[in-house]
């Protein structure tokens, strides 16, 4: 004797609803999430060039600036983390802030501006204008730290 649960048949109704909504999941919502994902990853790693570029700088006398920002965004570049997502430098700057203007032994604070454009994980049509699932995106980031050189040694 077959046991058949009441108001439930098996006759496939099911399978007319699996499709759309597999269609729906696998072309609207994960692309995007992946994106997203992925843009979390892309802003960390420029988060890191701007400290590796904000501590070089730092560490040097203020007429070396411009060298030792070349120098991290090389060693930058390099890394597995940047050709992951496909990030470029447009940009990067470092200024000096004066705490203590009379002062001539106190210390310095260098202020280090790095840009780095990131493209998108995945190139949806559909998506084209918004910045970081379809079009690329700029981050802007600004550091500071103590500066440790000021070039009389």
Known sequence: MKYRAKGR??????????AP???ILLVCIVPPMLDLLYLG?????GWYLNHLQCRE???????RASDSLARARIAWEGSTLARFVK????GSSAAWK???PNDNFAQD????????LIQPFLQIPFMGSIPGIGAPIT??????????????N
Do not use: M, W
């Open 9 to 18: 048949k098996s006759s496939g109704h099911e399978f007319a609803e699996f």
């Open 21 to 23: 909504a597999l269609f």
């Open 41 to 45: 990853i892309a802003y960390a790693a």
């Open 57 to 63: 700088v730092a560490c040097v006398a203020p007429a």
């Open 87 to 90: 990030g470029r430098e447009t």
């Open 98 to 100: 004066d705490l203590i």
């Open 109 to 116: 604070t260098a202020v280090v501006t790095t840009n780095v």
């Open 139 to 152: 981050f802007t980031y600004v550091s500071e730290r103590t500066q440790e050189e000021r070039g009389i």
